[in-house]
């Protein structure tokens, strides 16, 4: 079983910075791909960004591709989002995923994410 836990979300204006963090209590083939995904009140969950864990590649959705930079340290277990140029459209609730390595790939998505943390609320104001 992998616990992860989200922290880093807040409040801020349109155009500012976030960095969210995600650290998941163990490694196992089931975080070989861990990733950042995103809810918004009414609309559907989306893939934001996944990473690679064994081999860092990196995916992102279109609509934060340029503005967010998922990132990890695997000494530390942990998984990145920065969030740069936040707009109103941002908000949401953040979850962090993980699952095994073909959960990777283009478009972000949350199929075959197996473990998922509860969430890290997001509001940009404009």
């Known amino acids: 079983q992998v616990q992860l836990v989200e922290s880093g979300g807040g409040s801020v204006e349109a155009g500012g910075s976030l960095r969210l963090s995600c650290e998941a209590s163990?490694?196992?083939?089931?975080?070989?791909?861990m990733g950042w995904f995103r809810q918004a009140p009414g609309k559907e969950r989306e893939g934001v960004a996944t990473i690679s864990t064994g081999g860092g590649s990196t995916y992102y959705a279109d609509s934060v591709k340029g503005r967010f930079t998922i990132s990890q340290d695997n000494a530390k277990k942990t998984v990145y989002l920065q969030m740069n140029s936040l707009k109103p459209e941002d908000t949401a609730m953040y979850y962090c995923a993980a699952g095994s390595y073909y959960s990777c790939g283009y478009p972000p998505s949350h199929d075959g994410m197996k473990y998922w943390g509860k969430g890290t609320l997001v509001t940009i104001s404009s």
């Open positions: 163990t490694y196992t083939y089931s975080t070989n791909c």
